[in-house]
């Protein structure tokens, strides 16, 4: 099973950027379709965005369509969050998942995912 570890969280203000990272060890990265999920006080784990196995297809919540891209290189084993346009809704602990299988399709509800990242935490000030 693959181990995720984040990084890359910490306190912005709004309408500036930050870029997450997701390091992942233990098993063949290429084989994982990923994603990032994030959970803010007091509500429920939501999908943030999702990439196939080889970076080909990518999905987005409509809440950061438009401002965030999910990326990865498999050559080193490493997931991204490019988060522009940070707004203070967007504070939250981000997490990274990962669901095993080369399918050419993006997951968009967290029980598909078998392996969490700890969590790394973003907050956006007005």
């Known amino acids: 099973q693959v181990q995720l570890i984040e990084s890359g969280g910490g306190s912005v203000q709004a309408g500036s950027f930050q870029r997450l990272s997701c390091a992942a060890s233990?098993?063949?990265?290429?084989?994982?379709?990923m994603a990032w999920f994030r959970q803010a006080p007091g509500k429920e784990r939501e999908f943030v965005a999702a990439?196939?196995?080889?970076?080909?297809?990518?999905n987005y919540a409509d809440s950061v369509k438009g401002r965030f891209t999910i990326s990865r290189d498999n050559t080193k084993n490493t997931l991204y969050l490019q988060m522009n346009s940070l707004k203070p809704e967007d504070t939250a602990v981000y997490s990274c998942?990962?669901?095993?299988?080369?399918?050419?399709?993006?997951?968009?509800?967290?029980?598909?995912?078998?392996?969490w990242g700890q969590g790394t935490r973003v907050t956006v000030s007005s």
């Open positions: 990439i196939t196995w080889n970076g080909d297809i990518t």
């Open positions: 233990g098993s063949t990265f290429s084989s994982y379709a």
């Open positions: 998942a990962a669901a095993n299988g080369r399918s050419q399709s993006t997951k968009t509800y967290a029980y598909a995912y078998s392996s």
